[in-house]
T-cell receptor, first 113, second 109 residues
Framework: DAGVTQSPTHLIKTRGQQVTLRCSPK?????VSWYQQALGQGPQFIFQ???????QRGNFPDRFSGHQFPNYSSELNVNALLLGDSALYLC????????????FGPGTRLTVT | KNEVEQSPQNLTAQEGEFITINCSYS?????LHWLQQHPGGGIVSLFM?????KKHGRLIATINIQEKHSSLHITASHPRDSAVYIC???????????WGAGTKLIIKP
């Protein structure tokens, strides 16, 4: 049983570009959450997707958008990249409901130059 | 004041020592999570608690809902336990995890 997978593992982009990160949840999970973790800091909640809709959003600008597909996999899109977007982007999957255990993927390390 | 407070912030111990990391929170929660993050790595969920105590190998997690406090214990600590340990909570009708600042644990051989 595969756990949460993310792709790509590492990514280097230039300021102003756009990026798409991908996440496949653990088998049986229907909810995907995305987090941004800057170097030396704790993760910050970006948003959560359930039933192909954004259920809740953290304090991130509209440049950050997402999508969830019928197979529960999810994408995180970031437009007009800034240097400050350089971070580890973590995806977590869980079953419906906020109290269920979250399983984390290995993360995608994004570097914006 | 942060909603989730962890202590200590940093902890260095010798191999074999009994380790305790504490977490206090100030909000009503539906669950408390203990997670582990190795340097440069992703995050691994260790425990999810809503009451009582859980044990997995050398790791034990307890929670006291009335006192809004949880502890993570590591018995017979080993250098491979060196990591950042994070306490996070979920609040009713709020789907995000609210994270503590983490405890950086170093176990010396």
């Amino acid at each position: 049983d595969a756990g949460v997978t993310q792709s790509p593992t590492h990514l280097i982009k230039t300021r102003g570009q756009q990026v798409t990160l991908r996440c496949s949840p653990k088998s049986g999970h229907d909810t995907v959450s995305w987090y941004q973790q800057a170097l030396g800091q704790g993760p910050q909640f970006i948003f959560q997707y359930y039933e192909e809709e954004e259920r809740q959003r953290g304090n991130f600008p509209d440049r950050f958008s997402g999508h969830q597909f019928p197979n529960y996999s999810s994408e995180l899109n970031v437009n007009a990249l800034l240097l400050g977007d350089s971070a580890l982007y973590l995806c977590a999957s869980s079953l419906t409901g906020e109290a269920y255990e979250q399983y984390f993927g290995p993360g995608t390390r994004l570097t914006v130059t | 004041k942060n909603e989730v407070e962890q202590s200590p912030q940093n902890l260095t111990a010798q191999e074999g020592e009994f380790i305790t990391i504490n977490c206090s929170y100030s909000v009503g929660i539906s669950a408390l999570h203990w997670l582990q993050q190795h340097p440069g790595g992703g995050i691994v969920s260790l425990f999810m608690l809503s009451s009582g105590k859980k044990k997995h190998g050398r790791l034990i997690a307890t929670i006291n809902i009335q006192e809004k406090h949880s502890s993570l214990h590591i018995t017979a600590s080993h250098p491979r336990d060196s990591a950042v340990y994070i306490c996070a909570v979920t609040i009713y009708s709020n789907y995000q995890l609210i994270w503590g600042a983490g405890t950086k644990l170093i176990i010396k051989p």
